[in-house]
């Protein structure tokens, strides 16, 4: 149990387009996502927390209107990369908490999402 | 503010060596949790264990083994006759309060394992 898909796992996108990663929840509704970015060869920082029907909570230094987040339902979280450059080309990966152990200190990886900018 | 640090970059043995990861962890939390994650090539994080604040006891489980030492803030990883599919980035990562209850991770900067044969 406690599976979380993203999707797409690849993308290759055009400097100056956006594009949309999913991160669902299969097995479990969760009421927290959490958005983590990986350079290469660099540890996973934490982008943004997502709450279904609220607005995310950003890190300090992440832009929120160029990483736009929508947790729409508690399955589903979306992030998109608004007028992408080559400089946001990284390995995106979320991360869920099931509704049921909210306040319990447990997280379901996502098998991540590599965006290349070119 | 919580901090991770994994101060070896790199560690690259022979196969069936045993080798230890090492964790040290800053925190102003009285409860917290400590987690120690590995990520093979392909990314995909594999969660390996979570050790609460109040469990000191080492823990056990087939070649890999965790010392958690309050007094010293550290939570070292051990991996017993190490083989090639041991070869991976690992994790350590703490938890840190977020919003609504759910907690955050802080994830330190990551120890590259190459086990060669």
């Known amino acids: 149990g406690a599976v979380v898909s993203q999707h797409p796992s690849r993308v290759i996108c055009k400097s100056g387009t956006s594009v949309k990663i999913e991160c669902r929840s299969l097995?479990?509704?969760?009421?927290?996502m959490f958005w983590y970015r990986q350079f290469p060869k660099q540890s996973l920082m934490l982008m943004a927390t997502?709450?279904?029907?609220?607005?995310?909570?950003?890190e300090q230094g992440v832009e929120k209107d160029k990483f736009l987040i929508n947790h729409a339902s508690l399955t589903l979280s979306t992030l998109t990369v608004t007028s992408a450059h080559p400089e946001d080309s990284s390995f995106y990966i979320c991360?869920?908490?099931?509704?049921?152990?909210?306040?319990?200190?447990?997280?379901?990886f996502g098998p991540g999402t590599r965006l290349t900018v070119t | 503010a919580q901090k991770v640090t994994q101060a070896q970059t790199e560690i690259s043995v022979v196969e069936k060596e045993d080798v230890t990861l090492d964790c040290v962890y800053e925190?102003?939390?009285?409860?917290?949790?400590l987690f120690w994650y590995k990520q093979p090539p392909s990314g995909e994080l594999v969660f390996l264990i979570r050790?609460?604040?109040?469990?000191?006891q080492n823990e056990i489980s087939g070649r890999y083994s965790w010392n958690f030492q309050k007094s010293t803030s550290s939570f070292n990883f051990t991996i017993t006759a190490s083989q090639v599919v041991d070869s991976a980035v690992y994790f350590c990562?703490?938890?840190?309060?977020?919003?609504?209850?759910?907690?955050?991770?802080?994830f330190g900067q990551g120890t590259r394992l190459t086990i060669n044969p």
């Open positions: 991360s869920a908490i099931p509704r049921s152990r909210a306040s319990v200190y447990e997280q379901y």
């Open positions: 097995d479990f509704q969760a009421t927290t």
């Open positions: 997502s709450n279904e029907g609220s607005k995310a909570t950003y």
């Open positions: 925190t102003r939390d009285t409860t917290y949790y």
């Open positions: 050790r609460n604040s109040f469990d000191e």
């Open positions: 990562a703490l938890s840190e309060p977020g919003i609504q209850g759910a907690q955050k991770l802080v």
